[in-house]
């Protein structure tokens, strides 16, 4: 499977916008590009997910680079609600496997008031 | 819709004992898996299942058992309990590529598992 590379950590004040990166050098053709987040003591939740084009959705943006080696998960405007764990996490479209989400350890964000 | 739900939301075990952690969902989604999460790690797949009746091992199988006899339910076994065990448990679901939308998973609200 491939992997991905996120900071551990980063830091944003509220109401102002988040990028957070992820690398993901070894892509193949057939995956697409998807983001969760954990908030304290719950199970993940779905962000957004893309493959070639950047995307937008009510929660986020999702940037994907022109080589499809990295993207950005951009939070238009932090609050207090968004300081999780955010995962960025390469999933098989094709195959047997093809639910699979194979999790890192993903980036902490934390969100001052 | 109810969505995922585990059942307990908290279990406390012996070592030796044996224990089935429940998971059901209300989407006719066809894929479910189980994961488990250990302090200040990212989640590993333990068990999946892409359809009534078809069950595959994840990154990290041993010591557990599923099974899929229906769409809605999707059951972790614990046959002998060990302190590794310890940690917490999370099903998913989602819709499968056969049903034409791969795409976002569901999870429930995780189970807290220690094992003495």
């Known amino acids: 499977d491939a992997k991905t590379t996120q900071p551990n950590s980063m830091e944003s004040n509220e109401e102002e916008p988040v990028h957070l990166p992820c690398n993901h050098s070894t892509i193949s053709g057939t995956d697409y590009i998807h983001w969760y987040r954990q908030l304290p003591s719950q199970g993940p939740e779905y962000v957004i997910h893309?493959?070639?084009s950047n995307v937008n959705n009510r929660m986020a943006s999702l940037a994907i680079a022109e080589d499809r080696k990295s993207s950005t998960l951009i939070l238009h405007r932090a609050t207090l609600r968004d300081a999780a764990v955010y995962y960025c996490?390469?999933?098989?479209?094709?195959?047997?496997?093809?639910?699979?989400?194979?999790f890192g350890k993903g980036t902490k964000l934390s969100v001052k008031p | 819709n109810a969505g995922v739900t585990q059942t307990p939301k908290f279990q406390v075990l012996k070592t030796g004992q044996s224990m089935t952690l429940q998971c059901a969902q209300d989407?006719?989604?066809?894929?479910m898996s189980w994961y488990r999460q250990d302090p200040g790690m990212g989640l590993r797949l333990i068990h999946y299942?892409?359809?009534?009746?078809?069950?595959d091992q994840g990154e990290v199988p041993n010591g557990y058992n599923v099974s899929r006899s229906t769409t809605e339910d999707f059951p972790l076994r614990l046959l002998s309990a060990a302190p590794s065990q310890t940690s917490v448990y999370f099903c998913?679901?989602?819709?499968?590529?056969?049903?034409?939308?791969?795409?976002?998973?569901?999870f429930g609200p995780g189970t807290r598992l220690t094992v003495t």
């Open positions: 299942s892409v359809g009534a009746g078809i069950t």
């Open positions: 998913a679901s989602s819709y499968s590529q056969r049903q034409g939308r791969p795409y976002e998973q569901y």
């Open positions: 989407m006719n989604h066809e894929y």
């Open positions: 996490i390469l999933r098989v479209l094709y195959g047997g496997s093809q639910g699979n989400l194979i």
């Open positions: 893309g493959l070639t």
